[in-house]
């Protein structure tokens, strides 16, 4: 495996310990941010949790109750008018952080007929994007950001799950989707 310019801390919740491969989570992430051009030195935050844990955070950082399969925490640091970490010099850079649900993964992977790691990949992406700046409250923003994720699965996993036609990378100019959250840090 090659160096990359993106740091990834993974942290996993004692009954996933064995759900994912964390070198596999962390390449993923790194392909993901690559894709998109995030600046280099960047930091993503990864905790995969159990149910519990998710739907704890998610009515803490977002008032929304029960769980999710996937939740976004763009940094304190991350300017949402730039779109990207502000200071890119400093050796925090942070992005953000993901927090992943293990068992909505492995139900929603039986449900789509994918692999877990394939949903999870799938998952993984679709929170970058948000981490990032991308959302899908408005239709046309749904419509990119899905074409944003075929393509990048089409080359860590190598097939779209949405079936879109793979777009370009880009950086949109909506924030905030349903679950992202502008502050919050896990702790």
């Known amino acids: 495996m090659s160096s990359s310019p993106y740091r990834v801390s993974i942290l996993v919740e004692e009954p996933h310990r064995k759900a994912l491969s964390r070198r596999w989570v962390r390449e993923v992430i790194r392909r993901a941010l690559g894709a998109e051009g995030a600046p280099p030195g960047g930091r993503v935050e990864v905790l995969i949790a159990g149910d519990e844990t998710v ?19 763009p940094a304190e640091a ?3 008018e730039d779109d990207w970490p502000k200071d890119e010099g400093t050796a925090r850079g942070d992005i953000g952080q993901l927090v ?5 993964t492995a139900a929603q992977a039986e449900a789509n007929g994918l692999s877990v790691e394939e949903e999870a990949a799938h998952l993984l992406v679709h929170g970058i994007l948000h981490l990032l700046g991308h959302d899908h409250v408005l239709s046309d923003d749904e419509e990119t950001m ?7 699965l089409l080359d860590i996993i190598g097939r779209p799950v949405h079936g879109t036609e793979p ?15 502008s502050t919050g840090r896990m702790s």
Do not use: C, K, Y
């Open 167 to 181: 777009m370009a990378p880009s950086h949109a100019d909506g924030h905030g989707a349903e679950t992202t959250a």
């Open 78 to 80: 991350f300017d949402l």
């Open 146 to 152: 899905r074409a944003r994720e075929d393509a990048i």
């Open 55 to 73: 739907s704890s955070l998610n009515a803490q950082f977002l008032g929304e109750q029960g769980t999710t399969d996937v939740l976004s925490f």
């Open 100 to 104: 992943l649900s293990a068992p909505m």
